[in-house]
């Protein structure tokens, strides 16, 4: 079975072809990162339009990279939220509209269940049950997997994403977008911080996180000390540390509460390195095992999509009615419930 993968839901466009045993055939993606980089982030509307634009080039392109005719394809797989609304619309009315013309069903996928799984893009994947931790621009979740479909919420942030965070901490120091992997690359530059930053709600039980107190008290940092030399390194450094800390405590805390010593982490955090390398010695000191997705799949892609689409498509679920709708809030947990 061939899927293919569309992914629109925020400022990447992303396409790419899943064949249920040979594996994924090809990907493209393209990311608008200099549309929305003069306005310090994404502008909806202008992200909507660049997925007009970049869509039907990109398919054209993986059709041809991979010797693939539309007519190959067997179920087109889409991103039906959670995301940017406009953003959203582009890619499910085109997968819509193509799986009508070519009478091939469509499949609507979670933006985040895609993220999820997007661990199995590579080998060796990982097997339910497992521990998920997905760490975006707008997520910070815990997930317990227990089957395909099959997601419990855990805990989840209470404010801020931990992408987010990120991005707005890098942004309040002036440092340029997409702020996040940038501020992670100047945390790297020093080896430990003159700062502390506190690890956030460690002391409450449960698994709910937050990190908006975090950006905070990076603020106040750099508002007191923006003289000093190196400044946005130290204070990136300390909230790296911090954001990096608080989120190994949880996830010990999750695989403690639910006895599986599976750990996946997904989304765009998960590209970060020192993250990484902390839950990996976590997970090694459980005598657990860890799955990260490659990291060109932590962020946005349509491989991620093709994938997940295959999957439920393989056990059946399909989407043949010709309305185009989307998600833009829709939650993880309750995605195949309807
Ligand atoms: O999953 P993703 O591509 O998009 C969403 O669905 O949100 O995640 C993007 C987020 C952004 O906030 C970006 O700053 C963050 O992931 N990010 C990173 C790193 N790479 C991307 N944050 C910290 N360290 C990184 N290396
Ligand atoms: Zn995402």
């Excluded at 007519?71 to 039906?80: N, P, S």
């Excluded at 499910?92 to 999820?116: C, D, Q, R, Y």
């Amino acid at each position: 079975m061939l899927v293919l993968g569309i992914e629109t839901s925020c400022d990447d466009t992303g396409v790419a072809l899943y064949h249920s045993t040979l594996g994924l055939m090809g990907h493209k993606l393209y990311s608008q990162t200099t549309v929305h980089a003069e306005f310090g982030g994404v502008v909806p509307e202008l992200a909507s339009r660049d997925h007009i634009r970049k869509l039907y080039p990109l398919l054209q392109q993986l059709l041809s990279d991979t010797a693939t005719r539309l007519k190959d394809i067997d179920v087109i797989a889409y991103t039906a939220g959670p995301g940017l609304a406009g953003a959203l619309l582009v890619g499910s009315s085109f997968a819509k509209s193509l799986a009508f013309a070519l009478n091939k069903p469509a499949i609507a996928v979670h933006h985040m269940e895609g993220h999820l799984l997007a661990a199995m893009l590579s080998d060796p994947k990982p097997t339910f049950p497992f521990i998920g931790l997905l760490v975006s621009g707008g997520h910070t979740q815990f997930i317990q997997a227990d089957s395909l479909g099959k997601y419990i919420l855990l805990g989840e942030t209470l404010d801020d994403a931990v992408g987010e965070a990120f991005d707005k901490t890098a942004k309040m120091m002036g440092l340029p977008y997409p702020g996040g992997p940038i501020l992670a690359k100047l945390a790297e530059t020093l080896p430990s911080s003159s700062f502390v930053f506190p690890r956030p709600m460690i002391d409450r039980p449960g698994l709910d996180l937050s990190f908006s107190g975090l950006k905070t008290f990076a603020l106040n940092a750099f508002q007191a000390y923006e003289t000093q030399d190196n400044i946005r390194a130290d204070i990136a450094n300390a909230f790296q540390t911090a954001v990096v800390d608080t989120l190994v405590i949880k996830c010990r805390r999750a695989l403690e509460q639910t006895g599986i010593k599976r750990l996946v982490v997904a989304g765009g955090v998960g590209a970060n390195h020192a993250l990484r390398k902390n839950l990996k010695q976590l997970l090694d000191s459980l005598s657990g095992e860890i799955f990260f997705p490659e990291p060109i799949f932590c962020t946005d892609n349509g491989a991620m999509i093709a994938y997940a689409g295959c999957q439920h498509a393989l056990q059946g679920k399909q989407d043949l009615n010709n309305i185009i709708t989307v998600k833009p809030r829709w939650t993880l947990h309750d995605c195949h419930q309807s």
